[in-house]
Nanobody, 122 residues
Framework: QVQLVESGGGLVQAGGSLRLSCAASGRTFSSYAMGWFRQAPGKERAFVAAISMSGARTYYADSVKGRFTISRDNDKNTMYLQMNSLKPEDTAVYYC???????????????WGQGTQVTVAS
């Protein structure tokens, strides 16, 4: 089992940047593929980005491609999401998640953090 804690959310102006972190504890972090998802008010949880166990492969939702970068440091048991050129439509609660497989569907992820709020003001 792995425990996940997100941090780094906050309020930012449109065009600004934030970096989210996801700290993991428990079983070997490098055994898990990791992902970021987000949920805006009144909407379903949506995939944002995924990274493979080694970090060699990444995948992004079209809506964030070119603006967001997912990365991980297996020595520090931490995953990151660098968010640049933020837009008001990026406003959501952002969740990190861990999976035994490299995927983009939320049902593939067994472990979830509590979420961190990102608000982008226009």
């Amino acid at each position: 089992q792995v425990q996940l804690v997100e941090s780094g959310g906050g309020l930012v102006q449109a065009g600004g940047s934030l970096r989210l972190s996801c700290a993991a504890s428990g079983r070997t972090f490098s055994s898990y593929a990791m992902g970021w998802f987000r949920q805006a008010p009144g909407k379903e949880r949506a995939f944002v980005a995924a990274i493979s166990m080694s970090g060699a492969r990444t995948y992004y939702a079209d809506s964030v491609k070119g603006r967001f970068t997912i990365s991980r440091d297996n020595d520090k048991n931490t995953m990151y999401l660098q968010m640049n050129s933020l837009k008001p439509e990026d406003t959501a609660v952002y969740y990190c998640a861990a999976s035994g497989v490299y995927g983009i569907q939320s049902f593939e992820y067994a472990y979830w953090g509590q979420g961190t709020q990102v608000t982008v003001a226009s």
